[in-house]
């Protein structure tokens, strides 16, 4: 628990970075080369109903490609050496867990009737080469009732949990889908939001805090593994043990 919250806060200074990059309200002082490349991952959704009620969504997915811009964005900005940019990455890349997750970035806005939206992870789903996966984790802030606006993030698994092998191996589109329910402004409405992705994983992002990032999934991938060895192991002796007690029983009458 203690990690996730670390985890949490990185990606809360992660998004004050994300803020002060894009600049979510389009001030012309927000400006720069990198823009172009920020919003290419944005998507807005506004919904009304007949009485003037608003529901707005804007998602951000953290694709390599996105990342990348607002890291040179923000190192351009604070003047920061080579180094002083790969720590700040790696500290990035830890808050967005992205040597587990698939991170979007979820801005909520209910200008209407309250919105109740828990349970949030049976809300949402991503879909990925056609299959629909919930979140591994999310800012559960989500699940509390909605008036005005709020925002946080969403995880979705990036890898296999049984053979560990990356989703985003080819090209492919990915769906955000959040169900009516969320907000009585959506009456019978699906919010779908789909963004086309190339093959990439955690650690095509260039620099050693990819590598270091890397590191750590494949670290936990051996403990994962190590233990699950440690386990068919003693499967194996426990039926090593049974056969050879069924074994010297059939001796024992055979021999009488």
Partial sequence: MRNVQKNRYGVL??????FVAVGFAG????????????????????????????????ATLY???YIEALMQSEAEKNLWTASE??????????????????????????????AHMSPFDEMVTLSIAGKDYKPGDYDKRFN?????????????????????KPFLTKPMTLRFVMKSAVSPILDSKTVRILWDVQPETAAQLAGTAADRIELDRLIKRVEKLSQEKRDLESQLEAKNKELSDVNARIDEIQKK
């Fill in 13 to 18: 200074l992660a998004l004050l970075a994300l």
């Fill in 27 to 58: 001030s012309a002082e927000a400006a720069s080369k990198h823009d172009a490349t920020l919003a290419r991952w944005t998507r807005f959704e506004e919904y009304k109903n007949d009485l003037g009620g608003i529901f707005r969504v804007r």
């Fill in 63 to 65: 694709t390599s490609e």
């Fill in 85 to 114: 940019l790969e720590d700040y990455k790696y500290n990035f890349l830890k808050g967005l867990q992205l040597d587990q997750y698939i991170a979007i970035h979820l801005e909520l806005e209910e200008l209407g009737p309250t």
């Fill in 144 to 164: 509390f009732p909605l008036q005005g606006k709020r925002d946080g993030m969403v995880f979705f698994p990036r890898y296999d949990e049984k053979t560990g």
